[in-house]
């Protein structure tokens, strides 16, 4: 089974290793639900063809799902 970015250990994880620090102020949120990640694409009617633009990807959440 593959373990996703999209889990909040693994979100911590990548954070910590990249040393990079969040700001409340900044209003800084990250998706860390695999299956909503999923059901966002899934919504989007996204086909393998299709040309995809993610504007603030974040850690590449959605991303990772994209991918094949």
């Known amino acids: 089974m593959h373990s996703y970015i999209?889990?909040?250990g693994k979100t911590a994880q990548i954070l910590?290793?990249?040393g990079i620090r969040?700001?409340?102020s900044l209003g800084?949120?990250?998706l860390i639900d695999t299956n909503s990640a999923k059901?966002?694409?899934?919504y989007a009617g996204v086909n393998a063809?299709?040309?995809i633009l993610e504007v603030g990807s974040?850690?590449?959440?959605?991303t990772e799902i994209l991918l094949p």
């Not at 059901?39 to 899934?42: F, L, N, Q, T, V």
């Not at 974040?58 to 959605?62: A, C, D, F, Y």
């Open 16 to 18: 910590k290793k990249y």
């Open 6 to 8: 999209s889990s909040p």
């Open 58 to 62: 974040g850690i590449g959440s959605l």
């Open 39 to 42: 059901k966002i694409i899934s």
């Open 49 to 51: 063809d299709d040309v």
């Open 28 to 30: 800084q949120s990250f």
């Open 22 to 24: 969040l700001k409340k």
